[in-house]
């Protein structure tokens, strides 16, 4: 079965091994450069640092944060070495067609040990809003991505899915008091038993259905655990948002646009360091 066809009839697939080590290793040392020096990128739209006092100046600079917004769109090593590695591309393209976009994300999501942070069940957001037709989804499909640079396990805090929940279309989340909003899954009528808690190793990636229910769980390990997470679409998708954007729709764009304009590019993988270089 081929990773599209899993993500239509399941919502969800694994990919493995997708980075190489020399990548990852490339890339966590590139994110340690980039957290000691996390003033110098004054373009990034969010760096949240731990709130844990003895991870604010701990040895390892990725223990600091706990998400560090956009840093893959800004940097030229994280882009070549992850946004878009040739791997992780050729899946998207499976996915999405030959030609991709980055819709938005592009933000690594650091778990250090001692945090007690969680994420709420959410769906991600999306451009797309259509009702599903005889109880299955039916919004386009985006290439809605978790890639892990360390492993993840479930005492790490690992991604959790509920599989069918795409089929409900967009819920109403309400207010978390945190960065994202959340979702009842009991007053949805799930349980424990409809829960899927996906461990991974350096590598592997999570590709889910914009509309399936998500979240995580603190990490009660000894380990910090370091991923990538963002959302890729196709040509398709890029014509449609393009059309609800000339008609004042305010779309939120990673740096491969100059501010909300967003620019004809004929080659959608373009360095996007090119127009805003890296510091």
């Not at 994420?119 to 991505?145: E, I, R």
Request: proline share 9%; net charge negative; hydrophobic share 40%.
């Amino acid at each position: 079965m081929s990773f599209k066809q899993q993500l239509q009839d399941e919502g969800w697939f694994v990919a493995r091994q997708v980075l190489s080590p020399a990548d990852i290793e490339v890339a966590l040392n590139r994110l340690r450069q980039v957290a000691r020096h996390i003033e110098g990128y004054d373009r990034l739209p969010h760096a949240h640092r731990a709130e844990a006092p003895e991870l604010a100046n701990h040895a390892d600079p990725l223990f600091r944060f706990e998400w560090i917004d956009g840093i893959t769109f800004y940097d030229q090593p994280l882009w070549k070495h992850v946004a878009a590695h040739p791997a992780l591309l050729e899946i998207a393209r499976e996915v999405v067609g030959e030609q991709v976009f980055p819709l938005n994300g592009g933000g690594v999501f650091l778990k250090p040990p001692g945090s007690d942070k969680s994420v709420p069940w959410h769906q991600d957001a999306s451009p797309f809003a259509m009702h599903p037709v005889d109880g299955h989804a039916t919004n386009p499909l985006l290439f809605d991505f978790w890639l892990g640079l360390t492993p993840a396990t479930r005492e790490m805090g690992c991604l959790r899915l509920i599989p069918g929940s795409q089929h409900r279309g967009r819920l109403e989340h309400k207010a978390a008091g945190g960065i994202l909003p959340q979702l009842d899954i009991h007053a949805l009528g799930y349980s424990d038993r409809d829960i899927v808690s996906v461990e991974t190793g350096p590598g592997d990636v999570i590709v889910w259905h914009q509309d399936m229910i998500h979240g995580s769980e603190p990490n009660r390990s000894s380990r910090s655990r370091v991923a990538v997470a963002s959302v890729y679409h196709g040509q398709a998708e890029e014509q449609s948002l393009r059309e609800v954007h000339r008609k004042g729709a305010n779309r939120r764009r990673p740096q491969l646009c100059d501010g909300d304009r967003i620019l004809p590019l004929d080659d959608p993988i373009t360095p996007p360091w090119q127009a805003h270089p890296a510091p």
